[in-house]
T-cell receptor
Framework: DADVTQTPRNRITKTGKRIMLECSQT?????MYWYRQDPGLGLRLIYY???????NKGEISDGYSVSRQAQAKFSLSLESAIPNQTALYFC????????????????FGPGTRLTVL | AQSVTQPDIHITVSEGASLELRCNYS??????LFWYVQSPGQGLQLLLK??????LVQGIKGFEAEFKRSQSSFNLRKPSVHWSDAAEYFC??????????FGSGTRLQVQP
């Protein structure tokens, strides 16, 4: 089984609909992240969470919200989807304490392709 | 603020040829540097990382990268490219106040 899973893998929705993307991990990591990937722009950070009670905005958080339900679960919501939120969304995890480095390797889920019509 | 530049959006090489993908970073201290690969329809997989020590690091799939502080670079190399190496490659720098900062990516196409 994959260490970082995302559901759904693909979603087509309409403008104005509420959408939730879910991420679960079995790696036991404390840190989780949501990124958005657009062609030519690389990965941009939407939200990140260093533990269950610590949630922070990234560089492009407008129009998004998150919930860290447990250490292993981190959900991304689009309250009212719009077409320019059409993108590939990735969840990632990292372990702050594994080797003493502040930022270790990030482990990525397979991505969710979201299309907003 | 930290940043990463990957100057080449798209590179095409012949199978068996050598490869070098460029990455330049801006960071105020000693950086942590990463190369990730994204195959079509897949998530990102770590190829290699540099935290400290030897500036030439070896990764998976025959890739290596060299950290050059004087040039603020961390270029990825492979001596002989295979068709299965066709993918998008991302350079990233950390640690930051929040998370890794990624470059915009380089798409590699491999010709037979």
């Amino acid at each position: 089984d994959a260490d970082v899973t995302q559901t759904p893998r693909n979603r087509i929705t309409k403008t104005g609909k509420r959408i939730m993307l879910e991420c679960s991990q079995t790696k036991g990591h404390d840190r989780m992240y949501w990124y958005r990937q657009d062609p030519g722009l690389g990965l941009r950070l939407i939200y990140y969470s260093f533990d269950v009670k610590d949630i922070n905005k990234g560089e492009i958080s407008d129009g998004y919200s998150v919930s860290r339900q447990a250490q292993a679960k981190f959900s991304l919501s689009l309250e009212s989807a719009i077409p320019n939120q059409t993108a590939l969304y990735f969840c990632a995890t990292s372990d702050s304490g594994a080797s003493g480095h502040a930022y270790n390797e990030q482990f990525f889920g397979p991505g969710t392709r979201l299309t907003v019509l | 603020a930290q940043s990463v530049t990957q100057p080449d959006i798209h590179i095409t090489v012949s199978e068996g040829a050598s490869l070098e993908l460029r990455c330049n970073y801006s960071y105020g201290a000693t950086p942590y540097l990463f190369w990730y690969v994204q195959s079509p329809g897949q998530g990102l997989q770590l190829l290699l990382k540099y935290f400290s020590g030897d500036t030439l690091v070896q990764g998976i799939k025959g890739f290596e990268a060299e950290f050059k502080r004087s040039q603020s670079s961390f270029n990825l190399r492979k001596p002989s490219v295979h068709w299965s190496d066709a993918a998008e490659y991302f350079c990233a720098v950390g640690p930051g106040r929040r998370a890794l900062t990624f470059g915009s990516g380089t798409r590699l196409q491999v010709q037979p």
